[in-house]
């Protein structure tokens, strides 16, 4: 069989340790082509640049025949540019991360290493996007390289379920600590905002967000219950964002 | 009965022409708060601030004496700052746009308008985001006022479904064309990326990200197929984004 062609991509940036890992993992099991922002892009969500230019520059180590690219636009960007500018042919898998921090839950929403993932799965690329519990620059990743591997070994194997990508998140303990790996839903939890308001040099007010996670969802399906439990959560997430079950209901309001 | 307190927000920036035209017609429906952005953030998705500051002006003008403050943050920013800093309880509904331009189909996930609206029905306010199929800046509101608000009235009479918020999208057609308001689905639509690469003075290269949108849905119950048809499309769009259907097969991976 070929070489798989894997598109790695993240929201931390190029230079980060959790894709530097991300590629080791994948180049191991196919042939990797890296397109990921020049500089970090947390919390991004799913922007994409439409008003302003995309630069991009080959950045392929000295040590290295493998292709990377250093891009200035946004996660999404990144994936747009790559399948449909630089790379030989539509990848076989796209994935994204390994991101420093959790995307589990509500995360989903606001994360730019999902927002590529799902922008892959738009494409018809089946994508994973990966986050380990710990948002130091120096995280251990090395506990999760084998389910990783795993993980992808399984998602090329397999049919990916249609319109569906997978969010894989990994609790920040040791190897030999976890318990395997969980399919969940998106625990209904959200987060509680603070703001910090404080003053510039010039007297003028401005504010940093801080917030407080909450999760009063006491099911034992969720993404959260999975990490809180030792295990690794994968959530399959859909970019229908229809609420079929609502349909009904808003049927009956009157619209005459 | 007191008038319900109303949260107008927006992607395009505080003084576009769609979100004055937003704030008449809900100001003869409750009282009114303005938080938008100070600048157009045009498919910027869910992203929020979280690695700097956010600034935020009351601009009230002087012709009145409704609070609007213009934030330098996203749209999702803004609603977190405005229900959790700036109003004086939580709002009742929170409408965002009205959007120069489509948000239906797959823009949703690139959408500012929509991220403001579920960040809203994150936090448990009922919210709506408003567009109209025109980009232009001067693009005729004023088709869309009277169904603008006989949807409003419904989503504060009626109860909105748990998890749910509404994305509205208006033809550009004349009022008496205007056949009604259906409930829809999201069309399985996609865009076709190009990139237009160009060189810069100083002879490096950059792109432009342009597209075409491709809609092969052919159901007649999406909003696609609505707002061609000379309707108002409403989808009700939930912010759990898990694939339920998908985990029984994705149970059937061999993680051994």
């Known amino acids: 069989m070929e070489k798989p062609l894997i598109l790695v991509t993240n929201d931390d940036g190029i230079n980060a340790p959790g894709i530097r890992c991300l590629i080791d993992i994948m180049s191991e099991i196919g042939e990797v082509i890296v397109v990921a922002p ?4 947390s919390g991004t969500g799913h922007a994409i640049t439409i008003n302003s230019t995309l630069h991009c520059s080959k950045v392929t180590p000295k040590t290295s025949d493998r292709l990377e690219y250093s891009c200035s636009g946004t996660p999404a960007d ?3 540019l790559a399948v449909n500018e630089l790379m030989p042919r539509k990848p076989d898998l796209c994935v ?10 509500i995360n989903v929403i606001y994360s ?3 927002s590529a993932a799902i922008e892959a799965g738009i494409e018809g690329i089946p994508a994973i996007g990966f986050s380990i519990l710990d948002y130091r620059w120096n995280a251990n990743f090395l ?13 090329l194997k397999n049919k990916m ?3 569906v990508v997978l969010n894989v998140n990994i609790p920040a303990i040791k190897e030999s600590e976890i318990k395997g790996i969980k399919i969940c ?8 905002e603070e703001f910090d308001k404080r003053k ?22 969720t993404d959260e219950w999975a990490l809180n439990n030792g295990f690794i959560s994968i959530v399959p997430v859909e970019f229908d964002l229809t609420a079929h079950f609502a349909i009904k209901d808003l049927n009956e309001w009157d619209f005459k």
Chains 1, 2 share one sequence.
């Not at 994204?96 to 839950?105: E, Q, R, T, Y």
């Not at 839903?185 to 509680?192: F, G, I, N, P």
């Open 38 to 41: 020049d500089s970090p892009q």
């Open 78 to 80: 990144c994936v747009k």
């Open 96 to 105: 994204s991360g390994i991101n420093h921090g959790s995307n589990s839950s």
């Open 112 to 114: 730019g290493t999902m």
């Open 143 to 155: 506990n999760s390289r084998k389910f990783i591997k795993k993980i992808t070994l399984n998602a």
């Open 161 to 163: 379920p249609k319109g």
């Open 185 to 192: 839903r998106q625990a209904k939890a959200y987060w509680v």
């Open 200 to 221: 510039n040099p010039l007297g003028q007010e401005y504010y940093w967000l801080t917030g407080k996670f909450v999760d009063k969802d006491k099911g034992e399906d």
